[in-house]
């Protein structure tokens, strides 16, 4: 049974950084696409990075851009989103998301992802 664990969120000022990891099990997401999303109260659940596991090819949100880095571990199965600069806005449930297909359609889109963690909490206070 595939798992998705999100780990690393937490509370932070603003301009200050966390680092969230997503820890797959249940088989190997080497030759896959993984990514991240944001859900903040009461608005729809928003693509944030993803990258493609086989050659780290990674796609980033435009508000996110130059802020956040996508990595992977892919003898961990793990991946990494590393958020720097962090705004008030940034604030929301972070989840991982992970899809056995490695080509790159739609990876923006949620209803592509058939593997979801439960979500991970970012806040940042202004």
């Known amino acids: 049974q595939v798992q998705l664990v999100e780990s690393g969120g937490g509370l932070v000022q603003a301009g200050g950084s966390l680092r969230l990891s997503c820890a797959a099990s249940g088989r190997s997401f080497s030759n896959s696409f993984m990514a991240w999303f944001r859900q903040a109260p009461g608005k729809e659940r928003e693509f944030v990075a993803a990258i493609r596991s086989i050659d780290s090819t990674t796609y980033y949100s435009n508000s996110v851009k130059g802020r956040f880095t996508l990595s992977t571990d892919n003898a961990k199965n793990t991946v990494y989103l590393q958020m720097n600069s962090l705004k008030p806005e940034d604030t929301a449930l972070y989840y991982c998301?992970?899809?056995?297909?490695?080509?790159?359609?739609?990876?923006?889109?949620?209803?592509?992802?058939?593997?979801w963690g439960q979500g991970t909490q970012v806040t940042v206070s202004s």
């Open positions: 998301a992970a899809d056995l297909r490695y080509d790159s359609r739609r990876f923006y889109d949620k209803g592509r992802y058939d593997y």
